[in-house]
Nanobody, 114 residues
Framework: QVQLVESGGGLVQVGGSLRLSCAAS????????MAWYRQAPGKQRELVAT???????NYADSVKGRFTIARDNDKNTVYLQMNSLKPEDTAVYYC????????WGQGTQVTVSS
């Protein structure tokens, strides 16, 4: 079955950087659009970034110029490089394959301290 395992979260100071990873299995990774979402306490889950099978990128306005999504099809892994982190980036981050609506990983916590 499809599994998504996120890693790389942690506690970082304002202005710092983190790189999240998501290892996918049980799917043909290379043909799937992949996405990163986040959910802050008391808020709805929101889309952060997407990367298509052909490498087309899209970002939420709130992270443009600071976050970069990338994928390595040989490793079945999608990444989210997060720079210039702000307290409002604090959330649990999830990767997701839109073709598998019900499948979510456990998420990885990102906490940005001021």
């Amino acid at each position: 079955q499809v599994q998504l395992v996120e890693s790389g979260g942690g506690l970082v100071q304002v202005g710092g950087s983190l790189r999240l990873s998501c290892a996918a299995s049980g799917m043909i990774f290379s043909i799937n659009t992949m996405a990163w979402y986040r959910q802050a306490p008391g808020k709805q889950r929101e889309l952060v970034a997407t990367i298509s099978s052909r490498g087309k990128l899209n970002y939420a306005d709130s992270v443009k110029g600071r976050f970069t999504i990338a994928r390595d099809n040989d490793k079945n892994t999608v990444y989210l490089q997060m720079n210039s982190l702000k307290p409002e980036d604090t959330a649990v981050y999830y990767c997701h394959a839109p073709s598998y609506l019900a499948i979510w990983g456990q998420g990885t916590q990102v906490t940005v301290s001021s």
